[in-house]
Antibody
Framework: QVQLVQSGAEVKKPGASVKISCKASGYTFTGYFMHWVRQAPGQGLEWMGWINPNTGGTNYVQKFQGWVTMTRDTSNSTAYMELPRLRSDDTAVYYC???????????????WGQGTTVTVSS | QSPLTQPASVSGSPGQSITISCTGTSSDVGGYNYVSWYQQHPGKAPKLMIYDVSNRPSGVSNRFSGSKSGNTASLTISGLQAEDEADYYCSSYTSSSLKVFGGGTKLTVL
């Protein structure tokens, strides 16, 4: 079945970096954009951007541009998101989510990973 | 502050119907028929319930319906069931080629 499996929880110190993975299975990885969404503790959802797994092209929310890097490895159907220079307010659950539409983005996420908790604490 | 405005909480008794509103602007909700709704149970990933204002993905109960008027979209849940108790988030495409979410609404089934 179609699923996204994310890497496990991370605990990092301020200033460190983290790279989260999202492995896709059950569908053609390069056929659907991948979104990343974060959720701070007790807060709502925040869309961060997407990556086109076919071309590697990205679209980031302005507040994340120059900080977040979304990449992919088509050989093992995995998307990645790297967060450098972590701060305590980056503590959140980070989700990858597949776009509903094939071949482009309709900005609707139909399949979600289980989430990766990133805790930033000294 | 979230770009889209939702009530913090709504409640209803089993069998009743409830409606959750989502207010944006002409640059997002009002400008496009690209509103979607997500359900999130505690500790779980969100689940897509409605997309493109009123379309239901396969497998989602027809008790869930969506609509839009002007800059406000709505999610209606009829025949409330205990399992519907969750947080609900609206989202919309924007004129800046981005996606924004509402702040979320906690639904309590009394």
């Amino acid at each position: 079945q179609v699923q996204l499996v994310q890497s496990g929880a991370e605990v990092k110190k301020p200033g460190a970096s983290v790279k989260i993975s999202c492995k896709a299975s059950g569908y053609t990885f390069t056929g659907y954009f991948m979104h990343w969404v974060r959720q701070a503790p007790g807060q709502g959802l925040e869309w961060m951007g997407w990556i086109n797994p076919n071309t590697g092209g990205t679209n980031y929310v302005q507040k994340f541009q120059g900080w977040v890097t979304m990449t992919r490895d088509t050989s093992n159907s995995t998307a990645y998101m790297e967060l450098p220079r972590l701060r305590s307010d980056d503590t959140a659950v980070y989700y990858c989510a597949r776009d509903l539409c094939s071949g482009g983005s309709c900005f609707v996420m139909d399949i979600w990973g289980q989430g990766t908790t990133v805790t930033v604490s000294s | 502050q979230s770009p889209l405005t939702q009530p913090a909480s709504v409640s209803g008794s089993p069998g009743q119907s409830i409606t959750i509103s989502c207010t944006g602007t002409s640059s997002d909700v009002g400008g496009y028929n690209y509103v979607s709704w997500y359900q999130q149970h505690p500790g779980k990933a969100p689940k897509l319930m409605i997309y493109d204002v009123s379309n239901r993905p396969s497998g989602v109960s027809n008790r869930f319906s969506g609509s839009k008027s002007g800059n406000t979209a709505s999610l209606t849940i009829s025949g409330l069931q205990a399992e519907d108790e969750a947080d609900y988030y609206c989202s919309s495409y924007t004129s800046s080629s981005l996606k924004v979410f509402g702040g979320g609404t906690k639904l309590t089934v009394l």
